[in-house]
């Protein structure tokens, strides 16, 4: 039996590609701050690699309070092989009470494999987090239908609460890790809020370099080179406008898609998509929203030609400002609307477009 007590504190492993950190590591350090103001511990955030120490401080700007670096060629690009086993030594010797990661390519492939070796759980994708119970009480009562008072929860659980889409988005389930340590999660990237960055904070982060090691021994693959897809991916995560089109454009998906686009350089946004125009091959996959798709919340999203199945819904509901465009009134979407518009999105959106042209030159 896993003695819990030599368990503490909250590590964030954080992923860099080219040296560069991702915007997943700021969140889940975020995150991270807010469980270990609930824990009463500490936030390190773990960073592999070769030539990253530099970058590391601006993770305490989010929160962390100490960064491990192990820096190594042999980590300079991610390998399961060496990453894991770096990861996992340092895990075995440290013993940290919860390790997160983001769900991005990186982490769904390393955060499994760390959690077998370390023979503990693993909860892939969760878009929510808590370990005091009060605070997950408040989350049932906002988000859930659940009768929260009558379900008797232990008020001492200290477990991480884990909660994750289940069953294609139709229910939510909360999963606990309650014998083993460390409490591992993958997170959504784009569900948890970033932290203002905070000068002061990063100054003051410790950087740690604990000793490792890895050897070519250690790892079965090699990397010959890394090669960057040419098309550039769209930004919807970091986006503040994003204009998304659906099946409603299935009529002439050339002029809809151009019109998603011109709206969406209208506004200063980008453009986002339902995955059934991603199935039909109509778009590229980066800009799919939804549970299957990235979790956005712009500061306004145009939902055209959307029917606003549960699954889209679950990706833009945070959304500071909705508008949804749909010929069909009773159209689901307009549940989460703001402003809907009852219309054709091919006579609508040139509308649209002439007048914010307008406004724009009347300004
Ligand atoms: P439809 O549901 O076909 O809706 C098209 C809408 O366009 C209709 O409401 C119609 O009234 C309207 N319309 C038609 N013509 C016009 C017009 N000319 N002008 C205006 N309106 C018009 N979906 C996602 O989007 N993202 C996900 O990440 C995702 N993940 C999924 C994961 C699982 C496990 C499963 C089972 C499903 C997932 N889905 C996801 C699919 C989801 O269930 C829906 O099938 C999908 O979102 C429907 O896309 P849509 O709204 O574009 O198409």
Known sequence: MTDFSEYKGIWVFCEQRGGELMPTDFELVSEARRLANEMDCKVTGVLLGEGVEETAGLLGGYGADEVMVCEDPLLKVYTTDAYTKVLCDLVDEYKPAVLLMGATNIGRDLGPRCAARLHTGLTADATHLDVDTREYMEFLRKSSTLDVDGMNLDMEDRNLKMTRPAFGGHMMATIICPRFRPQMSTVRPGVMKKAEFDQAKADACVILKPSF???????????????????????????????????????????????????????????????????????????????????????????????GAIQHVAGMQDSELIIAVNKNASAPIFGVADYGIVGDLFKVVPDLLKAIEAERAAR
């Open 213 to 307: 090691s890895i050897t070519p021994d250690d790892i079965h693959v090699e990397v010959l080179s890394v090669e960057k897809a040419a098309k550039k991916m769209v930004d919807l995560i970091g986006a503040n406008v994003v204009v998304s089109v659906g099946r409603g454009i299935s009529k002439n998906v050339e002029e809809g898609i151009a019109l998603a686009e011109k709206l969406a350089d209208a506004m200063h946004g980008v453009v986002g998509a339902s995955r059934a125009v991603v199935d039909a091959g109509w778009i590229s996959s980066d800009h799919q929203v939804g549970q299957t798709g990235k979790t956005v919340h712009p500061k306004v999203y145009v939902a055209l030609g959307i029917s």
